[in-house]
């Protein structure tokens, strides 16, 4: 524990840049043994409050940013700590903190959120649920939005003009795996809330229905790589040529041909992804 308290300074220390904090997180991440031995209060103490302005003190990010590697790992560590009695002080700002994600981040970052409010509810919501109604009501008014774009985010991946895919940097309001994460919680959070869940849940059922319904693509008619998307990748391959002029480095050494292959390579992974995630949100 001494040895990670000496991290602390990443994270307080303003002249401490992404990347310093990014290992120091790493490093937490890697001493999980300590969250389970009677440090684990302490460590809660010197570091909860610490890893959580890293979220709540930066932006989110839609792009795949050294800040978002930041504040995805952060999330990680946060997911993992096991959530016991020595977690139940800490239980409201978590939650609240799941919840912001939910509501204003990626698709990566809200699938690890979503997963850590499920278990926080499982292991010690349930115990008490007097005063957790409203992170109820927010999540279900989560759950009816990403289920109200889900038409939109399916035209937007699969229509006649795609425009592009849902991945690990959507909006979690425009994300079939999100779709797919919020079955399961809801439906937990309905046992422990009955009485709201009476009054709150039937109206999603029409939406869940139909994006339960929704026909995907046939895998023989994938959407071809859109002209957005070539644009795109186009100003991010001369971005990084600039870059490696400027650190001094030798021109990348790829034809146009073989750089082509690789955008409609990528494109189509991103597009048998986004099924696989469709199918997965049907059978939840």
Known sequence: MDDLAKLLRCFTDPLCDIDAR???TDSIKDSQELWHTKEYP???KVFLEP???QLTSTQPQFEDTELQKLRHSVLEVLSKLPPNEVLRPYLPKLLELCLTI???DNQANGVLAMRMLLDLNKNLVRSSVQGFEPQF???VNFIAKVYAEFQATFAEAFGPNPAKLPTDFSSTFRSLKMVSECP???MFL???FPVYAKTRVPALLPSMAAAACQRGPELSALPPCPQAVWEKEMEKRQRDMRERQQRGQPPEQMSEDKWKELVQEKWKEGVLGAVTDLKIAQVG
């Open 22 to 24: 990014k290992k120091a």
């Open 42 to 44: 302490k460590f809660l």
């Open 51 to 53: 890893l959580l302005a």
């Open 102 to 104: 939910l509501n204003s």
């Open 137 to 139: 009501v927010e999540c």
């Open 184 to 186: 399961l919680p809801l």
């Open 190 to 192: 309905m046992q422990l």
